[in-house]
C-alpha cells in the first residue's frame, strides 16, 4: 500500500485526558485499572473509567447524540489541535473530501439501557426523549463526529467487535488509495456499559484483579473505555505530515468460533502475514508489537503462538491493556496511537501489571519501559466472530 | 477518482414478498405482482448443529442471501471477502439484553452475549462457509446499504478481488420498535468481480450525486425501500431485473447520493 500520513491524533483513556498525559502515564508505567464504582454495577471487576466524561453534556447544537460514548467522542476531539488540524485539512480538500471512519462495538447502548429501566409501566413504552439515530444506533458516533468536525464526505462505523477501530484504519486508506476522498478522520470510540461489563462476566472472561496479559496466573480481562483518533493523508507531498506513517495493513477471519480463536492463532497469523506484504517488510524489519493482549488465557496462547510464528520469539512486545484496560472497539485506534507515541518518543512501552511472564508463551514480552529508536512497529487487534486486524506503524525518513 | 466499478456475478434476496432472487426480478420486471407476505427465513444452512441452536434472524437472513448470490455464480466463498451492512443488527437480542440489564437479576446469558456483537452474522458465516478472508461488518444508519457498496466496490478496486456485499435489516420488537419501525426483515446480497467474466449479469459504475434517490413506482414497493434500509437497494434490483438497465440514483446520507451506471452484460 501507498504509505499514509497520520498528520494529528489524540487518545483520551484511563491512563489519560490527551497525548501529553497518556505519554506521561505509559512513561510512569501506570495504569489506569480500579475497582469498578461505575453506574450501579455490582460486579467484583477493575475498570479503566475516564474521569469526568459525564461532567458536562454536548453543546446544545448536538443535543440529539447526547450519551456517554460521544461525550467521550467530544471529550477527546478538543484535546491536541485535533480538531483544528481536521478544519485546516477540510478547508485544503473540501469537506466532502474528507471521510470519517470509525469503531464501536457498543456506541450509546447505555442510553438504552437505562430507557429500559424508566419503560411506562402500563404501556411498556420507552420514555420521552430518548434517542434511537442520536445514541443508540451504531452509526450514532459517525454522524456525530461528522458534525462535530463540519464534514460532508463518506461517514461510517465498522462495528466488528474488538477489532473495529484497527480496521477503520484499512477502510479508510482503500478510499484514499480509490480516490474518493483525500483524508480521512479515522478513530474508535467505546464507553463502559452494563452489556459489555455483564456480558465478559456471564462469558467468566473478566479478572477480579487489574489485568495482567501475558502473565502466567492471567485470569482475564479488565473493561476499559477510551476514544482514539487519527487524521489519516497521503504522506506525499503533505505538507507538515509529521513523523508517523500507516504502512501496512492485514485482515482476515478465523472461522472457527464466536468467541474463542483457534488456539494456534492462525487467524491472527494469516493477519499479520498480510500486513507484512501491504508494508512490503519482512519480520526482521518490525522493532515493537503491541499485543492485543487481552489477558485471558486462550487469547493469549493463541496470540503468541501466532506471533512466535511470524516475526519469532525475540521481538519485543507487550499488551498495554493492563493500562487502559482493553478498551474493546476503541482498542485498536488507542494502540495505534500508542504506538505513534512509541515511534515519535522512542520508547517501548512496558506491559504494566504482568509479574512473571508465562514461560509457556514464546515472546519476549517487555515487563519495563525500553528506550529505543523504533522504525515499524506492530499491532494487532482481534475480535469475537473471528475478526483479526494488523497494522503496521513506522517512522518517516 | 479513480472510476469505482465492478461486475456483478451473482444476486440474492429475501423480503417481504421476495422469496429469492428470481421470483424478486419478475416482480421487479414486472412479469408478475408483487404479493404481500411476511418474509420467511429459512433453518441456517451449513452451520454444525451447537452453532444452527444459537443463531437468530440476522444470521438466517444473511446465510440465505450470501448463500443465494455465490451459489447462483458457482463461486466458493471460502476465499471471498464479505462486507456485511446493517443499521440495527439483531434487534430482538438487543430487547433481551436490555430486559435482562433492567431487571433485578442482571445475568446474561454468554450465547445472547456472543451474538450481540455487530459482527454476529459474519462471525457465523465464517463458521458455515469457511472463509477465513477478511470480513468487515459496518453501519450507516438508513445510509447502510450505500455504505456497503462503497466499501465493498473500495475493495474490488484496490484488492483486485471478488467481494461479497451483504446487507440486511430485520424488525425490533416493542418498545424499540415504535422509535425504529422496521416492518420486516429484508436482506440483499451482491457478489462483485474486479473483471468481467461469463457469470457477469451486469456492470456497476459509481459516482456521487445530488439527484434525489429513485424512487419504486409499486406504491407499496417504494414503502419498503423507504422504512427497509436494506431495501434502499431496490431501485438498483430494479435495474438489474430488466434487460436493458441505464442508470440509477440510490439513498445515502444526507445531501449525498450515489448515482450507479448499470450496464448489462448479456
Same mark, same amino acid.
Given at each position: 500500500?501507498?504509505?499514509?500520513?497520520?498528520?494529528?491524533?489524540?487518545?483520551?483513556?484511563?491512563?489519560?485526558?490527551?497525548?501529553?498525559?497518556?505519554?506521561?502515564?505509559?512513561?510512569?508505567q501506570r495504569?489506569g485499572?480500579a475497582?469498578?464504582?461505575?453506574?450501579?454495577?455490582s460486579l467484583?471487576?477493575?475498570v479503566?473509567e475516564?474521569?469526568?466524561v459525564?461532567r458536562?453534556?454536548?453543546?446544545r447544537?448536538?443535543?440529539e447524540f447526547?450519551?456517554?460514548?460521544n461525550r467521550l467522542?467530544?471529550l477527546?476531539?478538543?484535546q491536541d489541535g485535533?480538531t483544528?488540524q481536521?478544519?485546516a485539512?477540510a478547508?485544503?480538500?473540501?469537506?466532502?473530501?474528507?471521510?470519517?471512519?470509525?469503531?464501536?462495538?457498543?456506541?450509546g447502548?447505555?442510553?438504552?439501557e437505562?430507557?429500559?429501566?424508566?419503560?411506562?409501566?402500563?404501556t411498556?413504552?420507552?420514555?420521552e426523549g430518548?434517542?434511537y439515530?442520536?445514541?443508540?444506533?451504531?452509526?450514532?458516533?459517525?454522524?456525530?463526529v461528522?458534525?462535530?468536525l463540519?464534514l460532508a464526505?463518506?461517514?461510517?462505523?465498522?462495528?466488528?467487535?474488538?477489532?473495529?477501530?484497527?480496521?477503520?484504519f484499512?477502510s479508510?486508506?482503500?478510499?484514499i488509495?480509490?480516490?474518493? &476522498?483525500?483524508a480521512?478522520?479515522?478513530g474508535?470510540?467505546?464507553?463502559?456499559?452494563?452489556?459489555?461489563?455483564?456480558g465478559f462476566?456471564a462469558?467468566?472472561?473478566v479478572?477480579?484483579?487489574p489485568?495482567?496479559?501475558?502473565d502466567?496466573?492471567?485470569d482475564? &480481562?479488565?473493561i476499559?473505555e477510551a476514544?482514539?483518533f487519527a487524521?489519516?493523508?497521503?504522506?506525499?507531498?503533505?505538507t %507538515?505530515?509529521?513523523s508517523v =506513517?500507516?504502512?501496512?495493513?492485514?485482515?482476515?477471519s478465523?472461522?472457527?468460533?464466536?468467541?474463542a480463536?483457534p488456539?494456534d492463532?492462525?487467524?491472527?497469523?494469516?493477519?499479520?502475514?498480510?500486513a507484512?506484504?501491504?508494508?512490503?517488510?519482512?519480520?526482521p524489519? &518490525?522493532?515493537y508489537?503491541?499485543?492485543h493482549g487481552?489477558g485471558?488465557?486462550?487469547n493469549?496462547?493463541?496470540?503468541?503462538?501466532?506471533?512466535?510464528?511470524?516475526?519469532?520469539a525475540?521481538?519485543?512486545g507487550?499488551?498495554?491493556?493492563?493500562?487502559?484496560g482493553h478498551?474493546?472497539?476503541a482498542a485498536?485506534?488507542?494502540e495505534?496511537?500508542?504506538?505513534?507515541?512509541?515511534?515519535?518518543?522512542e520508547?517501548?512501552?512496558?506491559?504494566?501489571n504482568t509479574k512473571?511472564?508465562d514461560?509457556?508463551?514464546?515472546?519476549?514480552y517487555? =515487563?519495563?519501559?525500553r528506550?529505543? =529508536?523504533?522504525?515499524r512497529?506492530m499491532s494487532?487487534s482481534f475480535?469475537?466472530g473471528?475478526? %483479526?486486524?494488523?497494522?503496521?506503524l513506522a =517512522?518517516?525518513g | 477518482?479513480?472510476?469505482?466499478?465492478a461486475?456483478?456475478?451473482? +444476486?440474492?434476496v429475501l423480503?417481504p414478498g421476495?422469496p429469492?432472487?428470481?421470483?424478486?426480478a419478475?416482480v421487479?420486471?414486472?412479469?408478475a405482482?408483487?404479493?404481500?407476505a411476511? @418474509?420467511?427465513?429459512?433453518p441456517?444452512?451449513? *452451520?454444525?448443529?451447537?452453532e444452527?441452536?444459537r443463531?437468530?434472524?440476522v444470521? $438466517?437472513?444473511?446465510?440465505?442471501?450470501?448463500l443465494?448470490a455465490?451459489?447462483?455464480?458457482?463461486?466458493?466463498p471460502a476465499?471471498?471477502?464479505a462486507?456485511?451492512?446493517?443499521?440495527?443488527?439483531?434487534?430482538?437480542n438487543?430487547?433481551?439484553?436490555c430486559?435482562t440489564?433492567?431487571?433485578?437479576?442482571?445475568?446474561l446469558?454468554? @450465547? $445472547?452475549?456472543?451474538?450481540?456483537?455487530?459482527?454476529?452474522?459474519?462471525?457465523?458465516?465464517g463458521?458455515?462457509?469457511?472463509?477465513?478472508?477478511?470480513a468487515?461488518?459496518?453501519?450507516?444508519?438508513?445510509?447502510?446499504f450505500?455504505a456497503?457498496l462503497i466499501e465493498?466496490l473500495?475493495?474490488?478496486a484496490?484488492?483486485r478481488?471478488?467481494?461479497?456485499?451483504?446487507?440486511?435489516?430485520t424488525s425490533?420488537?416493542?418498545?424499540m420498535?415504535? +422509535?425504529?419501525p422496521?416492518p420486516?426483515a429484508?436482506?440483499v446480497?451482491l457478489l462483485?468481480?474486479?473483471?468481467?467474466?461469463d457469470?457477469a449479469?451486469?456492470?456497476?459504475e459509481f459516482?456521487?450525486?445530488?439527484?434525489?434517490a429513485?424512487?419504486?413506482?409499486?406504491?407499496?414497493?417504494?414503502?419498503?425501500r423507504?422504512?427497509i434500509?436494506a431495501?434502499r437497494?431496490?431501485?438498483l434490483?430494479?435495474?438489474l431485473?430488466r434487460a $436493458?438497465p441505464?442508470?440509477? +440514483?440510490?439513498?445515502?446520507l444526507?445531501?449525498?447520493?450515489?448515482? *450507479?451506471e448499470?450496464a448489462a452484460?448479456?
Amino acid at each position: 500500500m501507498n504509505p499514509l500520513a497520520l498528520t494529528s491524533f489524540t487518545a483520551t483513556s484511563a491512563i489519560g485526558c490527551g497525548l501529553e498525559a497518556t505519554r506521561a502515564s505509559l512513561r510512569a508505567q501506570r495504569s489506569g485499572l480500579a475497582p469498578c464504582r461505575f453506574e450501579t454495577v455490582s460486579l467484583d471487576t477493575c475498570v479503566g473509567e475516564v474521569p469526568g466524561v459525564d461532567r458536562s453534556g454536548l453543546p446544545r447544537e448536538f443535543a440529539e447524540f447526547e450519551c456517554r460514548n460521544n461525550r467521550l467522542a467530544w471529550l477527546a476531539l478538543a484535546q491536541d489541535g485535533f480538531t483544528a488540524q481536521v478544519a485546516a485539512s477540510a478547508a485544503r480538500y473540501g469537506a466532502s473530501r474528507v471521510g470519517v471512519f470509525l469503531g464501536t462495538s457498543t456506541s450509546g447502548i447505555l442510553e438504552t439501557e437505562l430507557a429500559y429501566r424508566r419503560r411506562d409501566p402500563q404501556t411498556g413504552a420507552l420514555p420521552e426523549g430518548f434517542s434511537y439515530h442520536g445514541a443508540h444506533n451504531t452509526f450514532s458516533l459517525a454522524a456525530f463526529v461528522q458534525r462535530a468536525l463540519r464534514l460532508a464526505g463518506p461517514a461510517v462505523v465498522i462495528s466488528c467487535a474488538c477489532s473495529s477501530s484497527a480496521k477503520v484504519f484499512a477502510s479508510a486508506a482503500r478510499a484514499i488509495e480509490a480516490g474518493l &476522498i483525500d483524508a480521512a478522520v479515522v478513530g474508535g470510540v467505546d464507553s463502559l456499559c452494563l452489556t459489555t461489563l455483564y456480558g465478559f462476566h456471564a462469558l467468566q472472561l473478566v479478572s477480579r484483579t487489574p489485568c495482567r496479559p501475558f502473565d502466567a496466573a492471567r485470569d482475564g &480481562i479488565s473493561i476499559g473505555e477510551a476514544a482514539a483518533f487519527a487524521l489519516l493523508e497521503r504522506a506525499e507531498g503533505t505538507t %507538515n505530515a509529521g513523523s508517523v =506513517r500507516l504502512v501496512g495493513t492485514g485482515e482476515s477471519s478465523d472461522a472457527y468460533h464466536m468467541s474463542a480463536p483457534p488456539p494456534d492463532g492462525r487467524g491472527a497469523r494469516a493477519a499479520m502475514l498480510q500486513a507484512l506484504a501491504a508494508a512490503r517488510l519482512e519480520p526482521p524489519d &518490525i522493532g515493537y508489537i503491541n499485543f492485543h493482549g487481552t489477558g485471558t488465557p486462550s487469547n493469549d496462547a493463541a496470540e503468541g503462538a501466532a506471533v512466535a510464528s511470524v516475526l519469532g520469539a525475540e521481538v519485543p512486545g507487550s499488551s498495554t491493556k493492563g493500562a487502559t484496560g482493553h478498551t474493546l472497539g476503541a482498542a485498536g485506534a488507542l494502540e495505534a496511537v500508542i504506538c505513534a507515541l512509541a515511534l515519535e518518543g522512542e520508547f517501548m512501552p512496558a506491559g504494566v501489571n504482568t509479574k512473571q511472564v508465562d514461560p509457556a508463551l514464546p515472546v519476549t514480552y517487555l =515487563r519495563e519501559n525500553r528506550r529505543a =529508536r523504533l522504525t515499524r512497529v506492530m499491532s494487532n487487534s482481534f475480535g469475537f466472530g473471528g475478526s %483479526n486486524c494488523c497494522l503496521i506503524l513506522a =517512522r518517516a525518513g | 477518482m479513480r472510476a469505482l466499478s465492478a461486475w456483478i456475478e451473482g +444476486v440474492g434476496v429475501l423480503g417481504p414478498g421476495f422469496p429469492d432472487w428470481p421470483a424478486a426480478a419478475r416482480v421487479l420486471s414486472g412479469g408478475a405482482p408483487w404479493e404481500a407476505a411476511a @418474509t420467511v427465513l429459512p433453518p441456517p444452512a451449513c *452451520l454444525p448443529s451447537a452453532e444452527r441452536r444459537r443463531t437468530g434472524p440476522v444470521v $438466517r437472513l444473511t446465510l440465505a442471501v450470501g448463500l443465494e448470490a455465490v451459489r447462483s455464480a458457482a463461486v466458493d466463498p471460502a476465499k471471498v471477502p464479505a462486507v456485511f451492512a446493517s443499521s440495527g443488527g439483531d434487534g430482538q437480542n438487543c430487547h433481551e439484553i436490555c430486559e435482562t440489564l433492567a431487571s433485578a437479576a442482571r445475568e446474561l446469558s454468554p @450465547t $445472547r452475549f456472543h451474538n450481540s456483537v455487530h459482527n454476529a452474522p459474519a462471525g457465523y458465516w465464517g463458521i458455515a462457509t469457511g472463509c477465513t478472508a477478511a470480513a468487515n461488518s459496518l453501519c450507516a444508519y438508513d445510509a447502510s446499504f450505500g455504505a456497503g457498496l462503497i466499501e465493498a466496490l473500495c475493495q474490488v478496486a484496490i484488492e483486485r478481488t471478488r467481494v461479497l456485499l451483504i446487507a440486511y435489516d430485520t424488525s425490533y420488537p416493542q418498545p424499540m420498535h415504535t +422509535v425504529r419501525p422496521i416492518p420486516d426483515a429484508f436482506g440483499v446480497a451482491l457478489l462483485l468481480a474486479p473483471m468481467a467474466s461469463d457469470a457477469a449479469l451486469a456492470r456497476l459504475e459509481f459516482a456521487w450525486s445530488e439527484a434525489a434517490a429513485d424512487r419504486m413506482a409499486d406504491p407499496a414497493l417504494e414503502h419498503l425501500r423507504s422504512a427497509i434500509p436494506a431495501a434502499r437497494s431496490l431501485p438498483l434490483l430494479a435495474q438489474l431485473a430488466r434487460a $436493458r438497465p441505464t442508470g440509477v +440514483v440510490i439513498d445515502y446520507l444526507d445531501g449525498k447520493r450515489i448515482a *450507479l451506471e448499470v450496464a448489462a452484460c448479456h
